[in-house]
């Protein structure tokens, strides 16, 4: 069952129908509002919410399919419309409130179409695309797949659901659309079909175009053997409210620690061998987690030490450590970093004020942050990023915009410019913590883009998540020259990341065409420290990878 809270704000929407030589699509009327409802609460367990703000009172949603068997597509945009809404997918004749999504190929045309029923009432999209598009399995897949999403999208938009600012387009990187219709079609024609044939806000298309730019430098400035390398260090201070990341709390986990380097060094000895004997280059350096500067200096010159010692590291362009919490940053440690070649440093406050840190959970003050980037300048040769977090639980748009020119007033070399978003096993999701309403959010990133940009920023790379306040997304922004490259590689997937570290996700990309290899090891730090010896045997799949894959061939 549904139910979409309407404000005031809600306009009517019209559309006509146009037939551009593949796609019959629909161009919406910009009465629709992009922003969401007012304030509203994390939906405690047993009370579901959309993205919009409108309470669901039911965690399921009854599928039928008919003439398809595209379930990944169908559960994307039903992520995409109602977060948190699981599917199911019962047998017999359809009934009940429920979604129909039925494919049906004709002599013409081949057509989409979802029937959504709630409240006794039948709201119907359509989405349909020539068969001569269908010219091969894979394009026929995917543009059929895309009829799919685009009929329930519409039946979504009938029923009332406002207009998502992304609008029909689904996944993690909007680039990945957009690159090839550039590639293809060049940026203005891009943009109109991103615009027409995903319903994306004119404001979201520019957004995505400017990344886009990004990304195709970054691309044309790699090379065969270039390789991203990838540090995880599972450890933080303290756990935040709105995390799920699998990191432990040093005050309950110190125990740990040790053995965890211990295992951490042997593989990257074994990651190291395999990169040495296929002649890969790393190009760039990621320590992430957890909050890596949770180490003793010593700690960090064992890894640091370790690394360089296994990898040939001449053709660094940069190297990137997140000393993200302030309580865990001293000179002594960054004067470790800087001594072995690190040059970007993650200082992230989320917010700058004493009462959303201490709503989050962080056992430091406002001050504090701006006292460790003091000390990140005294030390000197980093550029820094700093992390803010649009809808944190006790903000509003008033005290994200001070956040914001507090950060400006810092003058870092990068922001990065976060949504909210509502993961399971946080404790912000569990508790029912207020946090403020879509339209809000959409307030703050408003003001975040404007005065990004009046300050000389510009956005270099974006993704989305699942379960984001009112489905926005996250975005790095850069002065000019301080592109933080690995941020581009790993969202636009330009080359393979070698990871290591509990948790850590090596993607190995292959750019003619065929199937990326991705396997991550054990993500909890005991676990990861039990099965070491299977963790490094695993890196032989770097080898057969890329012997089968021919990527390394002149």
């Known amino acids: 069952m549904f139910f979409f809270k309407k404000t005031e704000n809600f306009q009517c929407f019209c559309f006509k129908l146009r037939d551009d030589s593949s796609f019959l699509t629909v161009e919406f009327h ?3 509002c992009y922003n969401g409802s007012a304030g509203r609460r ?3 367990a047993g009370d579901k919410r959309d993205g919009n703000g409108g309470v669901r009172g039911r965690e399921n949603v009854r599928i039928y399919l008919s003439g398809h068997e595209y379930r990944y597509a169908v559960e994307q945009m039903l992520l995409t419309l109602f977060p948190g809404e699981r599917p199911e997918y019962p047998a017999g004749e359809p009934e009940g409130e429920r979604l129909e999504v039925a494919l ?12 959504l029923l709630r409240g006794g009432k039948r709201f119907r999209g359509t989405a349909r695309a020539k068969n001569s598009a269908l010219t091969d399995r894979i394009t026929t897949e995917r543009i059929c797949q895309r009829l799919v999403k685009n009929a329930m999208y519409r039946a979504a938009l009938a029923s009332g659901l406002r207009r998502p600012v992304w609008g029909a387009l689904t996944g993690v990187r909007p680039g990945k659309v957009l690159l090839p219709l550039i ?5 203005a024609e891009a943009l109109v079909r991103l615009e027409r044939d995903y319903d994306v806000s004119p404001e979201r298309a520019a957004l995505c175009l400017d990344a886009a730019r990004h990304t195709l430098a970054a691309a044309d400035s790699l090379e065969g053997r270039d390789v991203c390398l990838y540090v995880g260090i599972p450890f933080c201070p303290t756990r935040c409210a709105y995390c799920s990341f699998v990191s432990q709390s040093v005050e309950k986990s110190m125990k740990l620690i040790e053995p965890f380097l211990d295992a951490l060094l042997r593989e990257i000895e074994a990651t190291g061998e395999q990169a040495r004997r296929l002649g890969l280059r790393p190009v760039a350096v990621y320590f992430g987690g957890g909050t890596p500067t949770t180490l003793s200096p010593e700690q960090l010159e064992r890894v640091c030490a370790k690394l360089e ?31 072995h070649g690190v040059d970007r440093v993650s200082v992230n406050p989320q917010s700058m004020s004493d009462a959303v840190l201490e709503a989050i959970g962080r056992r430091h003050s ?32 008033e005290g994200f915009r001070a956040t914001l020119e507090t950060v400006l007033a810092l003058a870092p070399e ?11 096993g946080s404790r912000i999701l569990a508790e029912g913590t207020p946090l403020p309403g879509a339209e809000e959010v959409g307030e703050m990133l408003d003001f975040a883009s404007a005065r990004l940009r009046a300050e000389g920023y510009g956005p270099y790379y974006l993704y989305r998540q699942k379960f984001m306040s009112g489905g926005f997304e996250n975005v790095g922004w850069t002065r000019e020259g301080c592109v933080n490259l690995y941020n581009i590689c790993i969202m636009e997937e330009l080359c393979s990341i070698l990871a290591m570290g509990a948790g850590g996700s090596t993607k190995l990309i292959r750019h003619d065409g065929g199937r990326n290899l991705r396997f991550i090891a054990p993500k909890y730090p005991l676990e990861y420290i039990q099965g070491i010896d299977g963790v490094c045997a695993e890196k032989e799949q770097i080898g057969t990878f890329y012997r089968e894959s021919g990527e390394l061939e002149e």
């Open 30 to 32: 910009r009465t629709v």
């Open 42 to 44: 994390a939906a405690p």
């Open 104 to 115: 049906h190929r004709a002599a013409v045309y081949t057509t989409a179409s979802c029937a």
């Open 183 to 187: 590639r293809a079609h060049g940026e």
């Open 309 to 339: 010692s296994c990898f040939e590291l001449s053709a660094l362009r940069e190297y990137t450590v997140e000393a993200g919490r302030p309580d865990t940053i001293t000179a002594e440690k960054l004067a470790v970093l800087r001594a």
């Open 366 to 397: 406002a001050a504090d942050i701006v006292a460790a980037l003091e000390t990140v300048r005294a030390v000197g040769g980093f550029a820094v990023n700093m992390d803010l977090i649009a809808g944190l639980p006790g903000d509003s748009a």
């Open 414 to 424: 990068n922001v990065t410019v976060h949504t909210l978003s509502l993961k399971r």
